[in-house]
Nanobody
């Protein structure tokens, strides 16, 4: 599985950005999702979505602000990020994997990161 993320950039606090990830290879039955890593911090889970979209999970820090969606025909997963905060600044990584502990995602494959910078 290969993953290619795009859509990062610089935005003011309160603004919006949309990240997109194109997947190739066998993603059937896999969860697709997003993680992020801020400078000096560990990588953390952001959002994940099951193959048919029936299960969607979010980190508490982004609930109500971020929306993940998936298009299996195009093999893409998007992350719509609204009401962005400076603390959302991070490198965002697309991932393919599986549900873990019912509330997060374990990644088996990673894409390259795309930088999101939110200015105050």
């Amino acid at each position: 599985v290969q993953l290619q993320a795009s859509g990062g950039g610089l935005v003011q606090a309160g603004g919006s950005l949309r990240l997109s990830c194109a997947a190739s290879g066998r993603t059937f039955s896999s969860y697709l999702g997003w993680f992020r890593q801020a400078p000096g911090k560990e990588r953390e889970f952001v959002a994940g979505i099951s193959w048919r979209g029936g299960t969607i999970i979010y980190a508490d820090s982004v609930k109500g602000r971020f929306t993940i969606s998936r298009d299996n025909a195009r093999n893409t997963v998007d992350l719509q990020m609204n009401t962005l905060k400076p603390e959302d600044t991070a490198e965002y990584y697309c991932a393919a994997g599986r549900l873990s502990l019912g509330t997060t995602m374990a990644a088996d494959y990673w894409g390259q990161g795309t930088l999101v910078t939110v200015s105050s």
